[in-house]
């Protein structure tokens, strides 16, 4: 015969066996679908950038989803050596955290003056750590290289 003790002790394993088994492996995520309870599924964010082959100058859009725990604030412009050269702030309306996606327009300085690899990127919290996505910087050369004086079109 079951008593309300034993209820109480199943229910006890149970609980303690989903924190156990929770605590080992935290990556995994469960949704309840068969329970028809839906929870939070963890997600790392991206980042991308538009076009991600660009021209001093150039106006260019950075796409972010954050993941299920948010991005950081600021969205950093660095070579592929690890020397960060610009940023952005306050994209967001969060204090330091964001959780909504977000298209930013951004203009490549002219003062950036070395071609070559770059990443654009921001700290995501359930990855604890970096989300990037690569874009090259190439030199303007040929007739788009000069910059007209003046407009001309038609008169009268």
């Known amino acids: 015969m079951v008593n309300a003790k034993t209820h109480f002790l199943m229910a006890l394993m149970i609980i303690a066996t989903g924190i156990l088994f929770t605590s080992m492996f935290p990556d995994v995520s469960f949704t309840g679908r068969t329970l028809g309870v839906y929870g939070v599924v963890k997600k790392v964010g991206t980042i991308s950038i538009s076009p991600n082959v660009v021209t001093n100058g150039q106006t260019v ?18 070579r592929t050596n690890g020397l960060c050269i610009d940023k952005i702030t306050n994209w967001c309306l969060g204090n330091y955290k964001c959780f909504e996606q977000k298209r930013v327009k951004y203009i490549i300085p002219t003062s950036w003056d070395k071609t070559g690899n770059f990443v654009v990127k921001v700290y995501d919290y359930y990855k604890q ?17 000069e910059v007209p004086r003046f407009l001309t079109g038609p008169i009268g």
């Not at 972010?64 to 948010?70: A, C, D, K, Q, Y």
């Not at 750590?129 to 007739?143: K, N, V």
């Open 61 to 78: 859009t950075i796409t972010v989803n954050p993941g299920s725990l948010g991005v950081y604030r600021d969205i950093k412009f660095c």
């Open 129 to 145: 750590d970096y989300i990037a996505t690569p874009f090259e910087l190439r030199e303007i050369s040929g007739p788009a290289a």
